[in-house]
């Protein structure tokens, strides 16, 4: 999983309907959690033994309205969260405090057991950073001021009308987004066991699906650019590099939250003509495959990425990752993240324009 990444700006979605007189309920809740570091590289698998503890706590709202149904047929929550996490390295790792909002749609809303999927994202904190001399093993993390990602998977016991008792699993990644280096970026998995407290009751009705609008297949192009700082030469000079590119993809719906896109992808990486003292070829072509998460104005994909000409790189694949917000039926602007495995290559700012 990798940038799961925006999704949870739902928040800030637009009615879809006219004005409902149902309330969305609040919340409160606590959360304590467990886990472990994946040594995704050789080159930070001494210092991922350690298991990382810490303690959050949440505000939300329970989305019941009828316009919070008709973005994807089911309801949701939403929210922010504050986070502490001690990563049990003092020396090298040292702790996180992060800040996230959140996005949660219920996969059943009925019953004493609920089960949900949440998708967060928000700054972080990091104590403790790379420093050539003073904690040269800390190749995670680069800067100070991060951003975390997760994705959760949960299970809400009831305990009355009010009280729930939350079991759930974790997958966390903090990251500068390939904007510095060294940034290979931390994949920690945690679970613990929570509590929640609903200040009013959710009145969770029953509702018929909503029907699929089916605009056909919708072409677009995207324009997207970035800015990296990149170490060069002997002395560890960092200078800093840009990259450009365009996206050529179609898209079709295949439910009111899914669709499929597939596209070409151009890109002129700066990066790679820096560190390579322009000797390298630093243009790319590539074909995409992917998948659109739609809520609202927003929309977050997920892409495979296939390279058909690439001679700097010996990979063959790569992921990238969008979230774009719909200013009118043309116009969308966002950010993209590419990433090859576990480590994130480069974030950028992208625009698109939507032909239909």
């Given at each position: 999983?990798?940038?799961?990444?925006?999704?949870?700006?739902?928040?800030?979605?637009?009615?879809?309907?006219?004005?409902?007189?149902?309330?969305?309920?609040?919340?409160?809740?606590?959360?304590?959690?467990?886990?472990?570091?994946?040594?995704?590289?050789?080159?930070?698998?001494?210092?991922?033994?350690?298991?990382?503890?810490?303690?959050?706590?949440e505000y939300g709202w329970n989305l019941v309205q009828k316009k919070d149904w008709a973005r994807c047929n089911c309801y949701s929550r939403a929210g922010f969260s504050l986070q502490y996490m001690n990563f049990n390295n003092p020396r090298?790792?040292?702790?996180?405090?992060?800040?996230?909002?959140?996005?949660?749609?219920?996969?059943?809303?009925?019953?004493?057991?609920?089960?949900?999927?949440?998708m967060g994202v928000g700054p972080s904190y990091l104590t403790k950073v790379y420093d050539a001399e003073k904690n040269p093993e800390n190749l995670f993390f680069s800067n100070h001021l991060s951003f975390i990602i997760h994705l959760d998977l949960s299970l809400?016991?009831?305990?009355?009308?009010?009280?729930?008792?939350?079991?759930?699993?974790?997958?966390?990644?903090?990251?500068?987004?390939?904007?510095?280096?060294?940034?290979?970026?931390?994949?920690?998995?945690?679970?613990?066991?929570?509590?929640?407290?609903?200040?009013?009751?959710?009145?969770?009705?029953?509702?018929?699906?909503?029907?699929?609008?089916?605009?056909?297949?919708?072409?677009?192009?995207?324009?997207?650019?970035?800015?990296?700082?990149?170490?060069?030469?002997?002395?560890?000079?960092?200078?800093?590099?840009?990259?450009?590119?365009?996206?050529?993809?179609?898209?079709?719906?295949?439910?009111?939250?899914?669709?499929?896109?597939?596209?070409?992808?151009?890109?002129?990486?700066?990066?790679?003509?820096?560190?390579?003292?322009?000797?390298?070829?630093?243009?790319?072509?590539?074909?995409?495959?992917?998948?659109?998460?739609?809520?609202?104005?927003?929309?977050?994909?997920?892409?495979?990425?296939?390279?058909?000409?690439?001679?700097?790189?010996?990979?063959?694949?790569?992921?990238?990752?969008?979230?774009?917000?719909?200013?009118?039926?043309?116009?969308?602007?966002?950010?993209?993240?590419?990433?090859?495995?576990?480590?994130?290559?480069?974030?950028?700012?992208?625009?698109?324009?939507?032909?239909?």
């Open positions: 999983m990798r940038y799961s990444l925006f999704f949870m700006l739902l928040l800030l979605t637009t009615p879809l309907e006219a004005q409902d007189t149902t309330s969305n309920p609040t919340y409160f809740g606590v959360k304590p959690q467990y886990g472990f570091i994946i040594p995704h590289s050789s080159t930070i698998r001494d210092v991922s033994s350690s298991n990382p503890y810490g303690l959050a706590f090298v790792l040292g702790s996180s405090y992060s800040a996230m909002m959140f996005a949660e749609p219920y996969l059943d809303y009925q019953g004493d057991v609920l089960t949900s999927l949440r809400h016991v009831r305990l009355d009308e009010r009280w729930f008792v939350n079991i759930y699993g974790k997958y966390n990644h903090i990251s500068n987004g390939g904007i510095d280096e060294p940034n290979k970026g931390m994949n920690f998995p945690t679970f613990g066991v929570g509590i929640d407290h609903l200040v009013e009751l959710p009145g969770m009705e029953k509702r018929e699906p909503m029907p699929l609008e089916d605009k056909g297949v919708m072409p677009s192009v995207g324009l997207f650019g970035s800015m990296k700082n990149v170490v060069t030469g002997q002395d560890d000079v960092k200078k800093r590099t840009f990259g450009y590119g365009v996206i050529l993809k179609a898209r079709k719906n295949i439910s009111r939250l899914n669709a499929l896109n597939m596209g070409v992808e151009y890109l002129w990486d700066g990066e790679i003509k820096e560190k390579s003292a322009g000797e390298k070829e630093h243009r790319q072509v590539s074909v995409l495959a992917g998948h659109d998460l739609a809520f609202g104005k927003f929309i977050f994909s997920q892409y495979w990425g296939t390279y058909l000409y690439a001679p700097y790189y010996n990979k063959h694949f790569f992921q990238r990752y969008s979230l774009t917000y719909r200013l009118s039926d043309h116009w969308h602007v966002g950010v993209t993240m590419k990433a090859h495995a576990e480590v994130a290559q480069n974030f950028n700012v992208l625009v698109e324009y939507h032909l239909k």
